[in-house]
């Protein structure tokens, strides 16, 4: 295969992919991949990793679906309509992706890059010197929402768990009323079972 046939190749798969973000670190590939088999055949998937952040926790993913069309469907519908993962209540946004989304891209044909050093006294040497602080910052800011996120995900998750079981508990309640033959026969109740 010539480089010019692997990179048409690559650019069909990058119409049928679409790119998830605001993903919760708790997702996984399996809730991910349920979650968009609704809407069509999903090929393949993989999360991208968030290098800035220490633990890696996936954020985003690339789902690459049957077709392009399929792809601006799935696109379309989850504008209009909010679209939960892995039951956490925090709406997810679907785009279509993008080349500098794949880490495993061809080389585009006939392109080169140059790179070199930068003396200290080189004019550039002041911007990249900037561009590596500015990093270094949204690294830390990156870190810091992260680990807030997870804390109010935690807590939401604790709350769900405690409201769960008190519904639990309410139903299980409400079973031992039906059951309880001294009731039914004061009232006068007659249960049928449908469950």
């Known amino acids: 295969m010539t480089e010019e046939e692997e990179y048409a190749a690559f650019e069909e798969r990058v119409k049928r992919t679409i790119y998830v973000e605001s993903l919760a670190p708790t997702v996984s590939e399996a809730s991910l991949t349920a979650s968009f088999d609704l809407f069509g055949n999903v090929k393949s998937m993989r999360f991208i990793p968030n290098y800035l952040v220490p633990k890696n926790s996936p954020q985003a993913a690339l789902v690459e679906m049957d077709n392009a069309k399929l792809a601006h469907d799935v696109i379309e519908q989850t504008r209009s309509l909010p679209l939960m993962i892995g039951g956490i209540p925090r709406p997810v ?80 309640l409400l079973d031992s009323l039906v059951e309880n033959k001294d009731l039914k026969r004061y009232y006068g109740m007659k249960v049928a079972h449908n469950y």
């Open 93 to 172: 946004r679907v785009l279509a992706a993008t080349y500098e989304m794949f880490s495993d891209r061809p080389r585009i044909p006939k392109w080169e890059i140059l790179c070199c050093w930068l003396d200290p006294q080189d004019p550039e040497y002041a911007v990249a010197k900037k561009i590596k602080d500015l990093v270094a910052k949204h690294i830390a800011e990156a870190s810091f929402v992260v680990e807030h996120q997870r804390s109010e995900e935690e807590k939401l998750a604790a709350e769900q768990k405690e409201k769960l079981k008190v519904h639990d508990q309410k139903l299980a």
